[in-house]
Each structure stands twice: as structure tokens, then as C-alpha cells.
């Protein structure tokens, strides 16, 4: 087998995987919520406005304020979904795997033993790392 095959390998290793599976259903779901779509929908429409506000050269900061405020709720309405949690921790999960799996590759390219190179984890201070893949 060459390295191709090998990581096509791995690519269905990663589909089979649990926060995988978790992360497409979570973002199922969250397509499938009619009133989240709808939510989303409107917000990306405030931001559009919100936009065209702000390019003006006559910018009526009333109105910017009334849009800013609009984009709030809407995101914070979005972000109260329960299908919309579900998705953001479902991502969150599936994304720390593909931070570590490249994370191991990268150690790999380098010369580093794929048995037992381990990628540093994310401690939150950037100062501690070489920086974020």
C-alpha cells in the first residue's frame, strides 16, 4: 500500500469514528430546525444590512445601533437552540480529532516516532506553543 492509499484509509477510519458520526447528525438536525434556519437566515440578512449601513458616508448611527441591537438577539437566540449546542460541541469534538490526527502527521514529517509522538494539546495561552493548525 502507498501513502495514498494509506490515507484514504485513514479517511474512512475518520468517517467511521464516533464524533464523526455525532458531528453529522448534529449538523442534520440542525438543517433539519426550521425555526434555527430562520433564525440564521435573519441574522445573516441584519449583518447584510448592518454592512451596507456602515459603508455609507452618511451613516445614520440610529439605525446602526437598531441593527447592531437586532443582531444581538438573533444571535443569541441561535446560539439558545438546543440543536445549535448539540452542533457546537459535536464540532468542537470533531475538530480537536482532526487538530490531533494532523497534529501527528506534522510530527511524523518531521522525524518524530509515529508509535509515540504526541501533539501538544491547547492549553488556551498561545505563549506555550508554536501555534495553532
Known amino acids: 500500500m502507498n501513502v495514498i492509499e494509506i ?68 444571535y443569541a437566540k441561535i446560539m439558545s437552540n438546543e440543536n445549535m449546542a448539540q452542533f457546537n460541541d459535536a464540532k468542537q469534538d470533531f475538530d480537536d480529532l482532526m487538530i490531533e490526527i494532523n497534529g501527528i502527521l506534522q510530527l511524523c514529517a518531521n522525524g518524530e516516532d509515529p508509535d509515540t509522538c504526541e501533539p501538544q494539546k491547547c492549553t488556551g495561552s498561545c505563549s506555550t506553543c508554536g501555534g495553532c493548525h
Do not use: C, H, V
Open 7 to 74: 490515507t484514504r484509509q485513514l479517511g474512512k477510519a475518520i468517517q467511521q469514528d464516533k464524533r464523526y458520526l455525532d458531528y453529522i447528525a448534529a449538523r442534520q438536525k440542525n438543517d433539519a430546525d426550521e425555526e434555527l434556519q430562520k433564525l440564521i437566515g435573519e441574522f445573516n440578512m441584519g449583518r447584510m444590512q448592518l454592512n451596507r449601513e456602515m459603508s455609507k458616508s452618511d451613516k445614520d448611527q440610529d439605525k446602526i445601533s437598531e441593527l447592531n441591537l437586532k443582531i444581538r438577539d438573533l
